[in-house]
């Protein structure tokens, strides 16, 4: 993440110098504002799934449920902040592997559920376009993912269970 960096992220958690966190504020302010001037630069030659996912769904805290890979697709399976906003599948047609970073947040501010906490877009200068999405989670790992074109599906929960309950029944 160049924008959102795990290292500001962990700024703005509590300390006991509440000037550290008023300069990460100030900090995180002007990360908005530089990605939004970085995006408008790139944003007309991004996916059409890739400007539906900035312009109409918002996956801050939302759960990653799972991904899965096959030779050139990823598919990213998230369930909204919500359980009646229901499931977001995003499906990456890949350019490389996708990257999963174990530490990008220091374990102390690590924690369950992964909830999505922030992303960005970000695009190669080559002649074929190339994106990445970056994703940072809760659970401290940073997803990498270098595509070339991105799928967006949303589904209505069909049952509409809480978080963490469990739909199997077991037999008496």
Do not use: C
């Amino acid at each position: 993440m160049k924008y959102f960096t795990p290292d500001l992220y962990r700024r703005l958690q509590p300390s006991s110098d509440p000037s550290t966190v008023d300069q990460a504020l100030m900090d995180w302010d002007q990360a908005e504002n530089d990605y939004s001037v970085s995006l408008t630069g790139f944003r007309n030659r991004l996916p059409a799934g890739a400007t539906s996912l900035l312009d109409h769904i918002r996956l801050h805290d939302a759960e990653r449920i799972d991904g899965w890979q096959s030779t050139d697709r990823f598919v990213l399976l998230v369930r909204m902040e919500s359980p009646s906003q229901g499931l977001v599948e995003l499906t990456y047609s890949l350019e490389d592997d996708p990257q999963l970073i174990d530490d990008a947040l220091p374990a102390e501010f690590a924690n369950d559920p992964p909830l999505w906490l922030h992303d960005e877009f970000s695009v190669e200068n080559s002649l074929k376009p190339v994106f990445t999405h970056s994703i940072l989670f809760a659970d401290g790992r940073e997803l990498r993912i270098r595509f070339v074109d991105l799928a967006v599906r949303q589904y209505a929960t069909f049952f509409a269970a809480p978080k963490g309950a469990s739909l199997t029944t077991s037999a008496p």
